[in-house]
């Protein structure tokens, strides 16, 4: 009873420091620390995350964890490549010897000093992402059952407290493209009622200012909402607003649109 107790107590813990986390890595930075904190014997933890066909550690307590897992990953083989790739839970009491990873047993320990291992499968509901909780000692039959049962918690409860920081972020990025969206539609407003051009001249307008400053188009939105024009120098005022020049043969130019000012470009008639 009292282990269930602590098991309990480790849950609701662990909840209340990522619940209000929107940050990913700060999440899985706690979840790791705490694998270390909660289970005897442990000396490193990491959380391994697989995308793109590769696998990267996205947080570690310690070098050392960085070091094991970087063997598995130049290998294609190990209990948290395991543990993520076939979705169960592997637990090593004695790497040197364990004939499941004979090759990276080997290069652990002479490597690392590590001779105990447990990797847990995280689940992430509605969610493609595979990633692997990692646990590390560097003695020999390190972990028990209550360490597996242990590690298998926080590896569910991590999983569901990220899979809701996941979803915050993705949240986030929304709120934010939908506001940079705006910001961009008002610009091209403003730059269309300044300088008589249609839509599509006046976000030509903002791209080609975006490329010769060398800033993000939303960048270039927010100065123009703030300034009530395009802020690049020498652009000069629209011919549109100008009374045409008369040419020496008493013929009247063109006015150029603001973006082929902008660009430089003329749009005189030939004069014969």
Not at 116 to 142: C, H, I, P
Not at 176 to 203: S, W, Y
Request: charged content about 25%.
């Amino acid at each position: 009873m009292p282990q269930f107790r602590q098991l309990a107590e480790l849950f609701t813990g662990l909840g209340a420091q990522i619940g209000g986390l929107v940050n990913v890595e700060d999440a899985l930075t706690i979840v790791t620390r705490t694998s270390v904190e909660a289970i005897d014997a442990a000396t490193s933890a990491g959380v391994t995350l697989r995308r793109n066909g590769r696998f990267e550690t996205v947080a570690a307590t310690d070098d050392l964890s960085v070091q094991v897992d970087r063997i598995q990953y130049e290998l294609g083989s190990g209990p948290c490549v395991d543990a993520v790739v076939e979705d169960t839970v592997f637990r090593s009491d004695d790497l040197r010897s364990d004939p499941r990873w004979p090759q990276f047993g080997r290069r652990a320990v002479a490597e690392t000093q590590v001779r105990s291992m447990m990797s847990f499968r995280m689940y992430f509901e509605g969610n493609d992402t595979l990633a692997g909780l990692n646990v590390y000692a560097t003695r020999k039959g390190a972990f028990d059952d209550h360490a597996e049962t242990t590690g298998l918690v926080l590896a569910t409860h991590g999983a569901l407290a990220l899979t809701s920081a996941l979803q915050l972020e993705r949240i986030e990025n929304l709120e934010r493209a939908l506001l940079t969206n705006r910001d961009i539609g008002v610009a091209i407003g403003i730059v269309m009622a300044r300088h008589f051009t249609t839509k599509e001249q006046a976000f030509d307008l903002l791209r080609i200012a975006s490329q010769r400053a060398h800033r993000k188009l939303a960048d270039i939105a927010h100065d123009v909402i703030e300034q009530g024009d395009v802020p690049i120098s020498g652009l000069g005022p629209p011919t549109t607003r100008e009374s045409p020049r008369i040419l020496q043969s008493g013929t009247a130019d063109a006015p150029m649109t603001a973006p082929q000012r902008l660009a430089g470009r003329s749009s005189e008639p030939t004069v014969s």
